[in-house]
């Protein structure tokens, strides 16, 4: 596709649900970022994939959240139990290899943003 | 640890004023900067990025910053703001060695007719 899509776009979930949030990267980028953005605030960061190798997950904020990307492409973002402090808009973004031009530059999914009741 | 600070969460400006959106960072390794705007249900787009090489960025829309090292500043400015420049504009800095972006809190950018 033309650019990093994620679905669905918004969803709902009462508190103790289990989420699972979609991204599709642009094809060819290796690398792929998860980001949390809470009402107000800017981005932060969650999570990263090369390929199908999650290299750093400092930011997920809990054993509650999980995310895996088995094949080098699609990611998946779960949420176990959501609690309501998890509502914020998650965003997810890619990067081309870094030896074509752009190769530092994240390009931004519209984002999915939870609401948890 | 690195970290952005936006200064001023709203800016209002008149239709054809100059746009200063305020962007100081801390990075204790070389930073790439980088602006990025987002519309109202949108995700993030890309304005213009520091990397190396010339302090004076240009980038959409009319849009420039200027890496200042002595200030740890990057700025972002535009001559004449124009209606369509209404969104939330975020600043965020990536060190030369690692792959996340650290964002600000963001600007919310009000232009008044």
């Known amino acids: 596709g033309a650019g990093v899509s994620q679905s669905p776009r918004y969803k709902v979930a009462k508190r103790g649900q289990d989420v699972a949030l979609r991204c599709d990267p642009i094809?060819?980028?290796?690398?792929l970022f998860w980001y949390q953005q809470a009402l107000g605030q800017g981005p932060e960061f969650l999570t990263y994939f090369q390929n199908e190798a999650q290299l750093d997950k400092s930011g997920l904020p809990s054993d509650r959240f999980f995310a895996e990307r088995p094949e080098g492409s699609v990611s998946t973002l779960k949420i176990q139990r959501t609690q309501q402090e998890d509502s914020a808009v998650y965003l997810c973004?890619?990067?081309?290899?870094?030896?074509?031009?752009?190769?530092?530059?994240?390009?931004f999914g519209p984002g999915t943003r939870l609401t948890v009741l | 640890a690195q970290s952005v600070t936006q200064l001023g969460s709203h800016v209002s400006v008149s239709e054809g004023a100059l746009v200063l959106l305020r962007c100081n960072y801390s990075?204790?390794?070389?930073?790439?900067l980088f602006w990025y705007v987002q519309y109202p249900n949108q995700g993030l787009q890309l304005l213009l990025k520091?990397?190396?090489?010339?302090?004076l960025v240009k980038g959409i829309n009319g849009f420039e910053a200027e890496f200042k090292k002595s200030e740890t500043s990057f700025h972002l400015t535009k001559p004449s703001a124009h209606m369509s420049d209404a969104a939330e504009y975020f600043c965020?800095?990536?060190?030369?060695?690692?792959?996340?972006?650290?964002f600000g809190a963001g600007t919310i950018l009000r232009v008044k007719s």
């Open positions: 520091y990397t190396t090489g010339a302090t």
């Open positions: 973004a890619s990067i081309p290899p870094r030896r074509l031009a752009g190769g530092d530059t994240q390009y």
């Open positions: 990075s204790s390794v070389p930073p790439y």
């Open positions: 094809s060819g980028h290796v690398s």
């Open positions: 965020a800095v990536r060190n030369l060695y690692g792959n996340k972006l650290v």
